[in-house]
């Protein structure tokens, strides 16, 4: 007879991706990178449990919005004062910070609790070619462009 396998912290392997986001369209880049955090592309899928991997985004500040998004997609922040809501446009954002784009839209499609807080810290995002995690010598994951 056969079981359901349910993982608990001490069983869990991890491994380490990095994915060059340059010419990537954001939303689907973020989906997928979210799938790997969460762990659901592992047969093993668990879904109280961080089974999930580390994911590294090089040349994030490269990445493709399609449509109208860079003029007409909006982020917002606001310092809970009155008339404290700052407005930014994609495309200022691009500049300004060039990995929140990346981060916010990875961050929106993980769960909204403790778990998505700690699956959120397996995530590391560079604007440039470069990043310091060679030592956990990681696997080159090719995403399709469409």
């Known amino acids: 007879m056969r079981q ?16 060059d986001a340059q010419g990537l369209v954001l939303g689907r880049l973020a989906s997928k990178v979210a799938m790997i955090l969460k762990g659901k592309n592992k047969p093993a899928y668990t879904p109280h449990v961080d089974c999930g991997d580390n994911v590294i ?6 990445i493709v919005l ?21 407005k930014t446009a994609a495309k200022d ?13 990875i961050k929106g ?4 609790n403790k778990l998505g807080a700690q699956l959120f810290r397996n995530l590391f995002v560079y604007a440039g070619n470069d990043h310091p995690h060679q030592a956990q010598q990681p696997i080159k994951l090719e995403l399709t462009t469409k």
């Open 109 to 112: 499609m993980l769960p909204k």
């Open 93 to 105: 954002m691009l500049v300004k910070k060039p990995i929140y784009p990346v981060e916010h839209a």
């Open 57 to 62: 985004i090089i040349n994030a500040d490269k």
């Open 66 to 86: 399609t449509g109208n998004k860079l003029k007409g997609k909006i982020y917002y922040h606001h310092s809970q004062h009155p008339g404290g809501l700052k």
């Open 4 to 19: 359901t396998t349910i993982l608990n912290s001490a069983k869990v392997e991890k491994k380490w991706y990095v994915i």
